[in-house]
Nanobody
Framework: QLQLVESGGGLVQPGGSLRLSCAAS????????IGWFRQAPGKEREGVAG????????DYVASVKGRFTISRDNHKNTIYLQMNNLKPEDTATYYC???????????????????WGRGTQVTVAS
């Protein structure tokens, strides 16, 4: 099991950009799929973006396709979420999580993640 710590959230105007980071520690983080999730007040948590352990396969929820990009640097054990053209509806607490087992070459299904970090708040407002 990995330990994950998110950072990079903040307040941004609509149309702006933020880059979130997820620092992973533990045994062989490069073999785990990583997902970014978000939860807005009064709403259920939803999967936003996922990436395979080798970084070659990604998956996105439809509402962020073309605006968000997930990537990872396995030398730094860090996974990123670049968020562009942010909208007020992107306001939420963002969490990263890892796959339940090794997922080196595929993006895990949204239901196959565990061990969420504490989250980082993203607020999009003018």
């Amino acid at each position: 099991q990995l330990q994950l710590v998110e950072s990079g959230g903040g307040l941004v105007q609509p149309g702006g950009s933020l880059r979130l980071s997820c620092a992973a520690s533990g045994y062989a983080p490069e073999y785990y799929g990583i997902g970014w999730f978000r939860q807005a007040p009064g709403k259920e948590r939803e999967g936003v973006a996922g990436i395979s352990g080798n970084g070659e396969v990604t998956d996105y929820v439809a509402s962020v396709k073309g605006r968000f990009t997930i990537s990872r640097d396995n030398h730094k054990n860090t996974i990123y979420l670049q968020m562009n053209n942010l909208k007020p509806e992107d306001t939420a607490t963002y969490y990263c999580a890892h796959s339940r087992t090794w997922f080196p070459s595929a993006a895990p299904p949204w239901t196959y993640f565990t061990s969420w970090g504490r989250g980082t708040q993203v607020t999009v407002a003018s």
